[in-house]
């Protein structure tokens, strides 16, 4: 499942060497917005920066174009006073200071998070971003505290905190997330410290969060401060009544409603920008949530195309890059919708796929996305 691990690690180091611009537009390309806009953000606290499609034009997301989620307030941190309690049921409770996670062993895996709410809102569709991404890997430090016997489960706390109701009951919780120990323990995760060669930023986490390669940005827990093991599954607001996808599924032949708390990515593209030059029109797009094999393109309602991946194929975790040459279209109006394939097969769905039909939330909304453009 997790394989070639020395050879990913080399082409991260080789990504750090400098930032590439796949998307650069050609000298004399200019951007054809597109018609339909997202709604203004009504909740700017909370969705406090989005990707701006129309600008993307570099593989790793530059940090301060990086999008920003925030369901509480920003702690201010400091090194001096931070620590990582690892704590619960473990032998030998350990408090790390960020010296102490820099001294150990260095780990660096490009990821590209996405919001589960990412295109689910109509005010919502730049919640992902890709990030070269260091710190120290997990497991060795839970295997070093020695997990007893009854420990199941991993719950990562961050340092902020907000005022939830329940029926009468108002409380201020910290906003926490776990996952089963198996799940903690895997390779890849990271306690890390550092977002494309630079100090992680004070929005993203500062000093240390956790980065769970593959999961949903939800699970990847900003401003830690503590890491607890338990016995039991931990039911926090974020892992049962918010970031929980409710769906309507037949099972054997019954109506039944699931309710799945939000875990691991799935597969999904995005036309991001239609580029013209003279009378010749490109589109670009990225496709993540599974290690990508190809994307097709629909033009209005045509076949679907083959693009070309530009960038980031063979990468695990990491957007791939495609582009589509559209040549010279018809003047009017026209939709693009772009369709991911993964290494396994899956294909991205379709919206009216019963998986997205008959889901009642808005989280986990992975369908193809369909834009308008007018060309004149
Ligand atoms: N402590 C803490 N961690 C958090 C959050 C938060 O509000 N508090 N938001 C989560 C959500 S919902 C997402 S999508 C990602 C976003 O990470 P970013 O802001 O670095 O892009 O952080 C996650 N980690
Ligand atoms: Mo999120």
Known sequence: MKQGGAALAGLSVLRFAGPTHAFEAQPGAEVVSWL????????????????????????????????????????????????????????????????????RARQEVTFTMECSGNTGLPFFNGGVGNAA???????????????????????????????????????????????????????????????????????????????????????????????????????????????????????????????????????????AKVTRQDDQYGIMGAAWGAPIAGVDVRIDDGPWQPATLTEGEGEEYAWVFWTFDWDTPALGEHTVTSRATDTDGNVQPAPEDPILAGKATYWESNGHITRRVQIQ
Do not use: C
Request: net charge negative.
């Open 133 to 271: 991404w260091a710190g120290t890997p997990l497991a060795p430090i839970l295997e070093e505290a020695g997990v007893l016997e009854d420990g199941i489960e991993v719950v990562f706390w961050g340092a902020d905190a907000g005022e939830q109701t329940w029926r009468e009951i108002t409380i201020t919780e910290q906003f926490a997330r776990s996952m089963s120990l198996a799940e903690a323990m895997e390779p890849d995760n990271l306690l890390a410290y550092e977002m494309n060669g630079e100090e992680l930023p004070s929005l993203h986490g500062y000093p240390a969060r956790l980065i769970a390669p593959g999961w949903y940005g939800v699970a990847n827990v900003k401003w830690l401060t503590h890491i607890e093991v338990i016995d039991t599954r931990y039911q926090g607001h974020f892992m049962a009544r918010d970031y929980v996808t409710i769906r309507e599924e037949e099972h054997d032949g019954e109506t039944v409603w699931t309710f799945t708390s939000v875990t691991r990515d799935r597969l999904k593209s995005a036309p």
């Open 36 to 103: 339909d806009q997202p709604e203004d953000n009504p909740v700017p606290d909370v969705i406090v920066r989005q990707l701006d499609w129309e600008q993307l034009d570099s593989w790793l997301t530059p940090p301060d174009q990086f999008f920003v989620i925030k369901h509480y307030n920003e702690p201010v941190l400091n090194e001096r006073d931070w620590r990582l309690e690892i704590s619960g049921l473990v032998e030998r409770p350990m408090t790390l200071s960020l010296a102490d996670l820099k001294d």
